[in-house]
């Protein structure tokens, strides 16, 4: 079984530039996360999809990310324009259908963020 | 809103020796538990879980959890630890409630010295 995929690996960008990652989950998890994880620290979710649908965007920064999930498929998670503070490694991961929050999440090998 | 909190930074254990990684959680209702493990420049890999049922938890790589509600505690074990043990651990719990957000402590870093 193929696990997610995450590209690029790794980017580094000057601040107020625009980035986007992209992030292709295991075949059949509807549920879809993105997680923001500074060095140090634990991940902290950014977005929830189910499917299309998003089911907590509660700590992603609007004014500056956004995300999409097309087709429920692929997702891409974009930050513009971005801050000093953004330099973390950005974590997607996937679920597969089951009793909501009792199945494992799959993570990708994220991708490594720094803003100069 | 649920929390977890790791209150080491750094284990260190001799190769051989018992491994414990602490883990305390905070929720409004009944706990998922959840411990992950991350090597380096990879992802988290899932070791364990707790939804309900017996409270002593087996896992991938010789892991082991107990959890025990009256300490709010989830203490990550195994017997023996090896040098390919080294590597951050991260405690996450899961409020059963209306909020399904999954919150990870900050992780220990586990050294297993040969």
């Known amino acids: 079984e193929a696990g997610v995929a995450q590209s690029p690996r790794y980017k580094i960008i000057e601040k107020r530039q625009s980035v986007a990652f992209w992030c292709n989950p295991i075949?059949?998890?509807?549920?879809l996360y993105w997680y923001q994880q500074i060095l140090g620290q634990g991940p902290k979710l950014l977005i929830q999809f189910q499917n299309n649908g998003v089911v907590d965007d509660s700590q992603l920064p609007k004014d500056r990310f956004s995300a999409e999930r097309l087709k429920g498929v692929d997702s891409t998670l974009k930050i513009q324009p971005a801050k000093l503070e953004d330099s973390a490694v950005y974590l997607c991961?996937?679920?597969?259908?089951?009793?909501?929050?009792?199945?494992?999440?799959?993570f990708g090998p994220g991708t490594r963020l720094t803003v100069l | 809103a649920q929390s977890v909190a790791q209150p080491e930074d750094q284990v260190n254990v001799a190769e051989g020796n018992p491994l414990t990684v602490k883990c305390t959680y905070s929720?409004?209702?009944?706990?998922?538990l959840f411990w992950y493990v991350q090597y380096p420049n990879r992802g988290l890999q899932f070791l364990l879980k707790?939804?309900?049922?017996?409270?002593l938890v087996k896992g991938s790589y010789g892991f082991e959890a107990e959890f025990n509600k009256s300490q709010t505690s989830f203490h990550l074990k195994k017997p023996s630890a090896l040098v390919s043990d080294s590597a951050l651990y991260f405690c996450?719990?899961?409020?059963?409630?209306?909020?399904?957000?999954?919150?990870f402590g900050k992780g220990n870093q586990v050294v297993v010295i040969p």
């Open positions: 707790y939804i309900t049922g017996d409270n």
């Open positions: 929720v409004s209702g009944n706990p998922y």
């Open positions: 991961a996937s679920s597969p259908p089951g009793l909501a929050g009792t199945n494992e999440q799959f």
């Open positions: 996450a719990v899961r409020d059963d409630g209306g909020n399904n957000r999954l919150a």
């Open positions: 075949s059949g998890h509807a549920t």
